[in-house]
Each structure stands twice: as structure tokens, then as C-alpha cells.
């Protein structure tokens, strides 16, 4: 075994059965589930895949090679992929490589602010329906099906038509269309919860319920929302990627995949490299949050929660 | 001297299949200052309800519910809560999965705004015979009887006069139960805490307790003294049936 | 009295991410037709030897044993189609508690005679007479109406008898009860001990009765196995238990709160690892 020292010292510290300090505690914590998820197939190639998304947005500018995404080159559109442009040109000449590069941004852009906003939302109309019961669930519970009750593209494209073009618009409307299945899953956990006597215990020294709420509850809530959220991710990026092939959300010259495969279409049977290349894009950035999602249900659910 | 806890008429119903069913119906009696109280029943006789009823965890209807001479309701103030802590039965439920035993203990000290978090961290552990290594672990990292003596240490950090505890060792092993009845005992000699126990064994409840009363149905049947439970001076049939059946099988001729 | 069941050093290992764990170690006795308790605390594997006898613990377990025999039928190696043989016709098995035990969508009826049609050929109408009957011999007071209720309409007392009514309704040779009393209520505890000791007897089955309570062992039982870490630490008639030698058995009896024995403090268990050596 020739592992430096520090590093058999630091896998030590986090595994040891007598944390010294609540960070120690937390991070032991964390370590154990990451080694869960690192030994759990499905969770650890769809880890992958999102490592690489994020990597390949946040080195676009170095991973794109010099190869702009907004370059015309009107000489060479619709140029098949060869040694100067890697997945060929589109339309105008703009090279397909460093558009799939840069569109990487734009995709975790929308995925990234759609979570922050539903997964918030979500949680919060959930817990206080769960907690509080009676009249307050009733309204909240009818205000979610409200949302529920629309086909999610549908209600999506009214909001982004209402709002208008551009990458904002679509992800208010695609969060407004998201929220109401992460209310459901709060409020189903928080009711359960609610009767457990850790909760009582902490009513009877008199904390507040949004202390409650948000110290107690939310945490236990949290694994189910984020294994639905990493599931939903793929669902988000196709409607924006919906919303985009339909001129909605980002808008020319934003190099956003759904608007790539979009304008590809229309040359899809000779020139087909211009709509597969993004399609096939959103298609492993789709995959890989699906694969993480399951493994983290898998991490998640068999740990006993006793 | 007024007692520490009065109860007069406790009345407590649910609602079962759409009707109305009494869980306790008209219980009465009192607690004097350092009594352990202990309540003894089977299954469905209320008794845990009793429990639940004092606390203010669920609705009620009383004649009279006092504590420390406090007239109170199901609704209680902040500085109220100071009054009254509560050890459950399941030591597997009664901690919060995500939070460290610091964190468990530390909360009602936040909640209550008292200082010194970290000494009087230290010093509950102590008083209920855990060790530093086990200040920072998780539930799932400790064994039924240290989750009940945290549980013990939760209830006790905010000194209350009063402690309800509810089958406080019926999920545990034998030889953890008798530690935790230990140190149940120690705990109420050196802080003189008034307590009202529920259990359905006899003699655990014969152990701890100066007086017994005994449940069923929801009533209570009878209110004895320790020594006579013990030497089987018993008035009505019921808890003459309950103290045969804690002895054990007796074989029939 | 010739052996009913002989266990020689049984042996169960779990696997485990962790390595793996002997929850059974070198465990030996012998039972005639009599009335052997098992005592323990939880994790001494008490349990796991009961279902190891009656062949209901997962594939993945290890099971060795230097002999295993029922009545001289070698119970090592059975295929699961002979277990099916065996299990509820020559064993059977009493659980903890009947709301887990019993099947919830089957009339109490249906489950009585199960049994008897997967392990006789028999009529229906003397498949009923004969459930009728046993529901008769657990003192079940009205046994045509139980017969047609659902188990979610029984009581803890009457559903256990109903699951004792179906265990023994092929008239076994041997009956594992796992703490079958321990989910009752004190008062009904008794009953349905007064109802296993008469059928027992009056069938002249051998019984293992495996519990945490030592009393009602010490009470109910003839001997007494008391189990710690997966090993017998001490084997004794039950009237002789309180002169046991082992200082596990005698730590373990002194830790009882006893009703008519008040004790200032309760002896605690310091355990010795030399035990489990």
C-alpha cells in the first residue's frame, strides 16, 4: 500500500466512528454517501456525464479551440464535418462544434435556474400543506392541481408566448410548470414526518413551525426531491429544448440546442449533421441525468432511515 | 401544598371510522412534588394518552389540568414548555435521522435561548453516562439503549420540574432496560424531578414508582401504593388479574 | 425417550458488505417430546436457529451442522421442494405477531385449511369440519363466525390463536414458536400459553419456544437454552434456573425488576468477551 500519508489520515478522519466536531460528523456523513454513490453503477456514469457537461460549460471558451459559435462564414454553410470544423457548419456557416460547446452553457443555464426556483417552491407549499393540514393543505393542494392539471409543454409555451422570446422567459416558464409535482412529494413526506415523535419532541420545547419546517422537515424531504429533480432534468431540458426548436426561449444568435435542431430540420436529410449533432447532445445530457437519478434513488432509499 | 400535577375529569376522544370514541374518560388524580407516578394498562386503556393529553400534544377536555400549580390547555406558551419534558417509547423514532446527538441536544437550548450551549452539552452527556465519542454520531450509529439515554438527555437539558415518560425501556433488551431504569432512578434522586411513568410491565412500574394507578378502557380502576401492589393488597379484580399474569405461566394442575 | 430433533454444532454465517457475520455459532442440543425455551437478547441469535431448522433462512446463508435430524430424516441439504414436504406437515412454526403473520386478504377459514389441502387429500367439507374443530381446541367461542372473518377483524389474542389453530392443524411433530406471546397484551398472554400447553400435550409434540422473557420461559417451559452472541451459554431445567452457573444467565435473571422482589438497583450484564471466545 503506497497511499500517502495524509490520505490514509484523511480517509480515517472521515470514517472514524467518533467524530470530534459537527464538521467531522457532516463530512464523514457526505463521504459515506458519496462512496454509496460511486459504487452504484447508474449513479456513478450518469455523475459522469453531468461532470463532463459541467466541465465542457464552464472550459468552453478553452475546449472550443478557437472555433467561435458566432462566426459566419457564408462561403462554407452547410459544410459536412471535416478537419477545420469538427461536426461541419450550419446555415450560416457558424461552426457546429463550437456552438454545441458554448449551447453546453446555455443548458446548464436552464437546468441550474429551474432547479433553484422549483425545488424552493416546491418545498415550501409542500411542507406548510403537510404540517399545517386542514384549510391551508386544501387551498394549497387545489392551487398545485390548478398547475397539474395542464400538459407541461402546453402550459410551458403559453407562459414563454405570454412573457416573450429569450432564455429568462423560458425558464420562468418552464419553473412555473415545473413546481406542482415537488409541492406533492413535500406535502406526502411532510404529513408522515409530521407524526413521527423526533417532531414532537422538538414542538414540546417550543420551537416556531417555520423553525420546524425548515430545520426539521425540509432535510428529510430533501433526498426525494433531489432524485426527482435529477429525473425531471431531462424532461427540462427537452421542453427547453422544445421551447427553443419553437423560437421560444433562446433566441438568435444564442447558440441553445433546441433552437440548433430546430433550424437543422429543415436540411435534416442531406445535411444531417446539423440537427443530429445537438440532438444527440440533449439526448447523453438527458440520459446521464436520468442515470443519476436512479442511482441516487437507489442510494437513498435502501439506507435505513431508522 | 398544592401537588405538582393535578389532573381532574381528563377526557380525551378521537374519531375512529367517523365516530366518536373516548381513549380517556373522566381520569383523575394527582402528583406530589419528586413523586414518580407510575400508570399501568394493556393496550388501549389510555394510558399513553393520559401521557400525550398533559403535554399538550393532542386536543383535550379537563375539569382541571394544572402543573406546578399553572392552570394550562392544549396550547402552551414558549416558557410553559420549560415546564414539562417527554421521553417516547421508540428509541428508534424519537431522534431526528439527519441530526447528531450534538444537534438534538442542542436545539431546545437554541429554542429556549439559553446560554452556554457547549458546557451544558457536555454535562447532560455525562449525566446520563455517554461518552464524548459518542457526542457527534448520528442515530444509526448508536445502539437502542444510547439512543433512549440521549432521548434522556434531550429531556432533561432544560431542567424541567416535570418528566413524562412514556414506556421509556419497553423496546429494549433486558440488561439495557435495567441500566436505563438505573439511571432513571439515579437521575430523579439527584434532581428530585417529578415524573409520571406509563408502562404495561408491572414491576418496572413497581420499581420506579411510589404509587400506581392502574387502566383499562380509557377509566382508571384503581390508584395503589407501591408497597401494597407488592404485597398483593389489591381491590379490584382487574389489577388482581394483572399482577397474577406478570408472574409468569402457571401451570395448571 | 428417543430424540426428536438433534442439532450438532449448527453454524449460520450471513454475508455481508462488511465481511461476514456468524449469528449462530456451534450451537448443540437435543429435543424430545418436551418443551425447550430459548432464551436471548436480541442479536443472539435465537431466532436465526429456529428458522434454520426449519430451512426458512435465504439462500445466501451459510448453514453447516455436524448433525441436523428430525425423527432421522437429515435436514441438511434439502431441496426446497422436500422443505415444502416437511414444513407445516412435520414443523411448523408460531410468529411473533399475527397482524404480520397471517395473510390479510384470506378468510381465517381459507388459511386454517391451507394446510391441510396442500399437504392431504381431503374433502373440503372434512377440510371445514376439521378447522372447525380446531378453532374449537384454541377456545374460540364462536367458531363458525371466526371461520368467515378476515384476519384485520381479530384481536392480538384471537388472531394468535387462530395462526397456532392453522400451525397445528396436521397434527406436527415438532412446533417452533417465536416469541408467539410477545406482541399480547399480559392478561391474553396467558390464555393462549394455557392453550399451547394443553395442545402440546395432549399431541405430544416436541415445542421450541424462543423468547426474550424469562419468565414466562422459566414458567412455561422444561428446559432452558440461554443464547448470547450466536453461542449456548448455558443449558438447565427451568425450575433450576435461578442456581444457574453462567455469570450471562445469572447477570441476565438479576436484572429483572421482579414484582414481590423490590431491589434498590438492578444488577446490569458486564459482558465478558471471553463468552464468545
Known amino acids: 500500500m503506497s497511499a500517502p500519508a495524509e490520505n490514509l489520515g484523511l480517509r480515517h478522519w472521515l470514517e472514524s466512528d467518533a467524530p470530534a466536531s459537527r464538521r467531522q460528523a457532516v463530512m464523514g456523513n457526505l463521504w459515506r454517501g458519496l462512496l454509496a454513490i460511486l459504487t452504484n453503477p447508474a449513479a456513478l456514469v450518469g455523475l459522469i456525464i453531468i461532470g463532463f457537461l459541467i466541465f465542457v460549460a464552464m472550459a468552453a471558451p478553452l475546449l472550443a479551440f478557437g472555433h467561435s459559435p458566432y462566426d459566419q462564414d457564408l462561403a462554407h454553410r452547410l459544410a459536412p464535418p471535416d478537419a477545420v470544423h469538427w461536426f461541419g457548419t450550419d446555415e450560416l456557416g457558424r461552426d457546429i462544434y463550437g456552438r454545441v460547446i458554448y449551447g453546453a452553457r446555455v443548458t446548464l443555464t436552464i437546468v441550474v435556474l429551474v432547479s433553484v426556483v422549483v425545488a424552493p417552491i416546491g418545498l415550501a407549499v409542500g411542507t406548510f400543506a403537510g404540517f399545517l393540514g386542514g384549510a391551508v393543505d386544501v387551498v394549497l393542494m387545489r392551487i398545485t392541481d390548478i398547475f397539474l392539471a395542464f400538459p407541461r409543454l402546453v402550459l410551458a409555451l403559453a407562459f414563454a408566448a405570454a412573457l416573450g422570446p429569450g432564455i429568462e422567459n423560458a425558464v420562468i416558464a418552464i419553473s412555473l410548470t415545473a413546481w406542482p409535482p415537488y409541492a406533492r412529494i ?91 449533432v445537438p440532438g444527440i447532445a440533449i439526448f447523453i445530457v438527458s440520459l446521464g441525468f436520468n442515470l443519476l437519478g436512479d442511482g441516487l434513488r437507489d442510494v437513498f432509499d435502501p439506507k435505513a432511515s431508522s | 401544598m398544592a401537588s405538582m400535577i393535578t389532573v381532574e375529569d381528563l377526557r380525551v376522544t378521537f374519531t375512529s371510522a367517523g365516530r366518536p370514541f373516548r381513549a380517556v374518560d373522566g381520569v383523575s388524580f394527582a402528583v406530589e412534588k419528586g413523586e414518580t407516578f ?46 414539562l419534558q417527554y421521553v417516547f417509547q421508540d428509541p428508534y423514532g424519537s431522534l431526528h435521522p439527519r441530526q447528531t446527538v450534538d444537534d438534538a441536544l442542542r436545539e431546545p437550548l437554541l429554542v429556549q435561548g439559553l446560554p452556554r450551549a457547549d458546557e451544558t452539552i457536555a454535562a447532560a452527556l455525562s449525566d446520563v453516562g455517554l461518552e464524548l465519542k459518542h457526542r457527534f454520531r448520528y ?51 439527584a434532581r428530585g424531578t417529578t415524573s409520571i411513568l406509563v408502562s404495561h410491565d408491572l414491576a418496572v412500574v413497581a420499581h420506579l414508582c411510589e404509587h400506581v394507578a392502574v ?12 408497597p401494597a401492589l407488592r404485597e398483593g393488597r389489591v381491590q379490584r379484580p382487574y389489577t388482581r388479574q394483572l399482577v397474577a399474569a406478570s408472574e409468569g405461566y402457571a401451570q395448571q394442575s | 425417550m428417543s430424540a426428536l430433533l438433534e442439532v450438532e454444532k449448527l453454524n449460520v454465517i450471513f454475508p455481508g458488505r462488511g465481511g461476514e457475520t456468524r449469528a449462530v455459532r456451534d450451537v448443540s442440543f437435543t429435543l424430545g417430546r418436551e418443551r425447550l425455551g430459548i432464551v436471548g437478547e436480541s442479536g443472539s441469535g435465537k431466532s436465526t436457529t429456529g428458522r434454520a431448522i426449519l430451512g426458512l433462512l435465504p439462500h445466501s446463508t451459510r448453514i453447516t451442522a455436524d448433525k441436523l435430524m428430525l425423527a432421522g430424516q437429515d435436514l441438511r441439504h434439502l431441496s426446497e421442494p422436500e422443505w415444502r414436504k416437511l414444513r407445516g406437515r412435520r414443523i411448523s412454526m408460531v410468529m411473533q405477531d399475527p397482524k404480520y403473520s397471517l395473510n390479510p386478504v384470506k378468510s381465517v377459514g381459507w388459511q386454517i385449511e391451507e394446510p391441510l389441502r396442500l399437504h392431504l387429500r381431503i374433502t373440503s367439507a372434512e377440510a371445514k369440519k376439521r378447522a372447525l374443530t380446531m378453532l374449537e381446541a384454541v377456545q374460540i367461542r364462536d367458531p363458525e363466525l371466526v371461520y368467515q372473518l378476515y384476519p384485520h377483524q381479530l384481536s392480538g389474542g384471537m388472531g394468535q390463536r387462530v395462526m397456532i389453530a392453522m400451525m397445528l392443524i396436521t397434527e406436527p411433530d415438532l412446533l ?69 452457573k453462567h455469570p450471562y444467565t445469572r447477570a441476565l435473571i438479576a436484572s429483572v425488576p421482579l414484582l414481590n422482589q423490590p431491589r434498590a438497583k438492578l444488577a446490569t450484564v458486564t459482558r465478558d468477551p471471553a463468552w464468545l471466545a
Not at chain 1, 202 to 208: E, H, I, K, T, W
Open chain 2, 139 to 189: 442515530p444509526h450509529q448508536l445502539s437502542g439503549g444510547q439512543r433512549q439515554r440521549v432521548a434522556i438527555a434531550r429531556a432533561l437539558i432544560l431542567e424541567p420540574p416535570i418528566l413524562l415518560l412514556d414506556e421509556p425501556t419497553s423496546a429494549l433488551d433486558v440488561s439495557v432496560q435495567a441500566e436505563i431504569l438505573n439511571l432513571l432512578a439515579a437521575l430523579r434522586k
Open chain 2, 215 to 226: 387502566m383499562r378502557g380509557g377509566k382508571l380502576v384503581e390508584i395503589l401504593s407501591t
Open chain 2, 38 to 83: 407510575g400508570i399501568v394498562g394493556e393496550s388501549g386503556s389510555g394510558k399513553s394518552t393520559i401521557l400525550k393529553a398533559i403535554a399538550g400534544l393532542i386536543p383535550f377536555e379537563a375539569g382541571k389540568l394544572e402543573l406546578a400549580g399553572e392552570r394550562v390547555t392544549e396550547a402552551r406558551s414558549r416558557p410553559q414548555r420549560r415546564l
Open chain 3, 176 to 244: 417452533i414458536a417465536d416469541e408467539p406471546t410477545s406482541a399480547l397484551d399480559v392478561t391474553v398472554q396467558n390464555e393462549v400459553l394455557r392453550i399451547l400447553d394443553r395442545l402440546v400435550r395432549e399431541r405430544g409434540m416436541g415445542l421450541i419456544f424462543i423468547s426474550h422473557n424469562l419468565t414466562i420461559v422459566s414458567s412455561f417451559c422444561d428446559r432452558v437454552l440461554v443464547m448470547y452472541g450466536g453461542k449456548v451459554m448455558e443449558e438447565c431445567l427451568a425450575s433450576e434456573l435461578t442456581k444457574a
Open chain 1, 186 to 276: 413535500a406535502r406526502a413526506e411532510t404529513a408522515t414526518i409530521a407524526k413521527s415523535d423526533f417532531i414532537s419532541a422538538v414542538r414540546l420545547q417550543g420551537a416556531s413551525t417555520p423553525r420546524i419546517l425548515l430545520k426539521h422537515i425540509v432535510p428529510l424531504c430533501l433526498s426525494s426531491v433531489i432524485v426527482r429533480l435529477t429525473l425531471d432534468m431531462a424532461g427540462i431540458i427537452l421542453t427547453a429544448a422544445g421551447l427553443g426548436f419553437l423560437g421560444l426561449g433562446a433566441q438568435p444568435p444564442t447558440a441553445e440546442w433546441g433552437a440548433m435542431v430546430s433550424a437543422g430540420r429543415e436540411v435534416i436529410l442531406d445535411q444531417w449533421w446539423v440537427a443530429t
